[in-house]
């Protein structure tokens, strides 16, 4: 039992498809119109030779049509892979380039790190570490009164230093008008509580009693009074 095509198959007829039912439709024609040759026009033979002609004719031209169809269809498949690829091409090179930027700043950044961390290790490495004695108390002093700008030699402390408490910074005076008065002085260089808070130097302990501490505000006072440290030869 046959089966009828519905229009949706009658629609799906693809163009190679039209192309043959044409070159049926031309052989079919032309080899009619071999064969229908007017009486008194031709003779036998030159009917009987006119069909083959026409028909190899017409074969030629739907096997022409059809490989130039072929031809144009393989052109198209080629220019779509051809897209395709430079597309795909394109799209790598872009990833790449992405890569490569974000692969440069990675490097960029961890090499910041490494030469920040070597830096501060150099800073430690290199921060001067002071003995705990008189010697390095007046050493560590002038560092800090140079970051400072406060005025003072190792010498203007020194003397004064040995004159106020012979270097001792546990030293109190409890005797004098200070002393009466309830703010004894204290400390390396006998500095009574009012002006070690008024002239104390951020960074150093807020004591009296500690000696750098006690050295710096006092050369801080010092200099704020008398020009500097190396100024004072008696009690101040």
Do not use: C
Request: avoid cysteine; glycine fraction near 6%; aromatic fraction near 6%.
């Amino acid at each position: 039992m046959s089966k009828t095509s519905t229009p949706g198959q009658i629609r799906r007829l693809t163009k190679a498809h039209k192309m043959s039912f044409a070159a049926v439709a031309t052989i079919g024609a032309a080899a009619l119109a071999a064969t229908l040759v007017p009486a008194g026009t031709a003779d036998a033979g030159t009917t009987v030779a006119a069909a083959p002609v026409a028909w190899t004719q017409a074969v030629e031209g739907v096997q022409a049509k059809t490989v130039q169809h072929l031809s144009m269809q393989s052109k198209l498949a080629t220019d779509a892979a051809k897209l395709e690829a430079a597309v795909k091409a394109k799209a790598a090179a872009a990833a790449a380039a992405a890569k490569a930027k974000a692969d440069a700043e990675a490097a960029a950044k961890a090499k910041k790190d490494r030469e920040a961390k070597a830096a501060a290790s150099r800073s430690t490495v290199r921060k001067p570490v002071y003995a705990n004695n008189l010697d390095g108390w007046i050493k560590e002093s002038l560092a800090i009164m140079k970051a400072h700008k406060i005025p003072g030699t190792y010498n203007g402390l020194y003397k004064n230093i040995m004159r106020e408490s012979s270097g001792n910074p546990r030293a109190i005076n409890n005797w004098d008008i200070n002393a009466q008065n309830g703010v004894p002085s204290k400390g390396l260089l006998q500095v009574i509580k009012p002006t070690f808070l008024a002239y104390h130097v951020p960074g150093t302990p807020l004591d009296q009693y500690h000696p750098v501490a006690n050295i710096v505000a006092a050369a801080n006072y010092a200099a704020d009074r008398y020009g500097s440290i190396d100024n004072v030869n008696s009690a101040y």
